[in-house]
């Protein structure tokens, strides 16, 4: 099924290029986990991670833009979409830390819908913005990178709610080298990575987690 859905991915995103005309830059939404100094705490809860919902508004597949000096104009793309990056990247965050994590079902919509024979927290949500945008002009070069994230939280201690948060960074640089992706896939795994980490630092939260 997800290859299947992968598939369905690609093709509406070479269809949407097809159409457009545009070219496209390839890009990876990286998380880089820093391991905190001193001794960890030590994860007890075992977390579901539902896949997040896309809500930018835009192709699932685009998360930028890049403008040459002779304005034409590319879009910057990941491999599959947004919503399964983001997921995916999440897990990986997870599991960085320590936690068991489950990878499974919809969205989080309520606490109807929580496995709790597997899990002590459910943890979803959407995708406002994740966005990286690099201008190249004549005489400069600007470069940005916005990421907004809301978390949606379900816990075995209150399963009769669903409670969100949110999660932003964003960081712009000017006159930086825009020939290669490296300063763009840098920019934004830094501002990706530092809203994945704020995810641990909501005190609710890190009370189930630890």
């Known amino acids: 099924m997800r290859s299947f859905i992968y598939c369905l991915a690609l093709l509406a ?18 998380y880089q986990y820093q391991p905190p100094e001193g001794k960890a705490p030590r994860p007890r809860a075992v977390v579901e991670v539902r896949p997040f ?18 304005g034409l104009e590319s879009d910057i793309v990941v491999s599959s979409t947004v919503s399964e ?3 995916r990247r999440l897990i990986e965050a997870l599991r960085a830390r320590g936690f068991t994590v489950i990878d499974a079902g919809g969205p989080v919509t309520s606490p109807d819908d929580a496995g709790w024979k597997r ?3 459910i943890l979803g949500g959407e995708i406002r913005v994740l966005w990286v945008e690099a201008i190249a002009l004549p005489e400069s070069t600007s470069l940005k990178a916005d990421v ?13 709610k669903v ?33 994945i980490d704020r995810i641990f ?8 987690m630890y």
């Open 85 to 87: 990056t983001v997921t």
């Open 119 to 121: 899990a002590d927290i």
């Open 53 to 70: 919902t896309d809500n930018r508004g835009k192709p699932s597949s685009i998360i930028g833009a890049k403008t040459s000096p002779d």
């Open 201 to 208: 630092e909501d005190q609710e939260l890190r009370q189930s």
């Open 163 to 195: 409670r969100g948060f949110n999660v932003n960074r964003r960081l712009d640089r000017r006159n930086v080298e825009l020939s290669s992706t490296r300063s763009m896939e840098e920019l934004l795994a830094r501002a990706f990575s530092f809203t």
């Open 148 to 160: 907004q994230l809301h978390i949606s939280v379900v816990e075995s201690v209150d399963k009769k």
């Open 13 to 30: 995103f070479f269809s949407f290029t097809a159409c457009t005309g545009k070219s496209s830059v390839p890009l990876d939404v990286m």
